[in-house]
């Protein structure tokens, strides 16, 4: 026998939701409409849970925010949970283009500011984590010419449907950890005898797919010297 040679296999949310409600013993034939509308309710609710538990590397996104001369103050997208790097860039897109790493700052440190409205290229941020973010650069960009702030931001997974065969925003190594995590919330709702057993599942079943979800990269340490001395 040969092996299928395929990677195709794709679990919908319907599927999910059905193999979560099997692990509590409760067999497909005995669901109703009010089942599927708990489970779609637990599973963005779960999806909500995952999108704490940062980073989510495939939820990790590049974006760009065009630059306006005294502009200190720029909107993100409501799906941004975090701001990982930023980094400044001039002449983007050609052969000249240069990137000058950006580093983050806390709302205090911003606070401490005595003239926010400083004119210059921006060498710091502050990203700001209403419902609808914010990012704000220190110094403000004052030139006439259009430069840009590149960001990689974690951002929330998306919204999960049942119809359709919509499938879940998450990649292959996570299905089990979905589907441990929905048997849990649904336990909780209609087996509330099998919930301390479903939670362990889900914890094992998080932090092996946990364990993956990270880059496989040397972890290199430089103390700012500069700072050792006066």
């Known amino acids: 026998m040969t092996s299928s040679g395929t990677y195709t296999f794709s679990l919908s949310n319907s599927e999910g939701i059905l193999a979560a409600f099997e692990r509590i013993g409760m067999d497909p034939s005995e669901l ?37 001369s005294g502009t200190a103050t720029y909107t993100l997208p409501a799906s941004v949970v975090m701001v ?19 580093n983050p700052m806390s709302r205090d440190e911003y606070a401490g500011y005595p ?19 914010t990012l704000t650069i220190y110094p403000v960009y004052n030139l006439s010419t259009t430069n840009y702030i590149n960001y990689y931001a974690c951002t929330q997974i998306q919204d999960a ?14 299905y089990d950890a979905m589907v441990a995590g929905m048997s849990h919330r649904l336990a909780r709702v209609f087996k509330p005898e099998l919930e301390d057993k479903r939670k362990v599942d889900a914890k094992e079943a998080w932090e092996t797919a946990a364990s993956q979800n990270i880059e496989n990269t040397n972890l290199t340490i430089t103390p700012n010297l500069g700072s050792y001395y006066r």
Do not use: C
């Open 32 to 68: 109703k409409q009010r089942h599927f509308m708990t489970a779609r309710r637990e599973l963005n609710l779960l999806n909500g849970e995952w999108s704490n538990k940062q980073v989510n590397l495939w939820e990790v996104t590049l974006s760009s925010i065009a630059l306006v």
């Open 84 to 102: 990982l790097d930023a980094y400044y860039s001039t002449n983007q897109g050609t052969s000249t283009q240069t990137d000058l790493f950006m």
């Open 115 to 133: 003239q926010k409205q400083t004119p210059g290229q921006p060498t710091m941020y502050w990203f700001s984590r209403q419902i609808t973010p």
């Open 161 to 174: 449907n049942l119809p359709s065969g919509s499938t879940p925003d998450i990649p292959f190594l996570w």
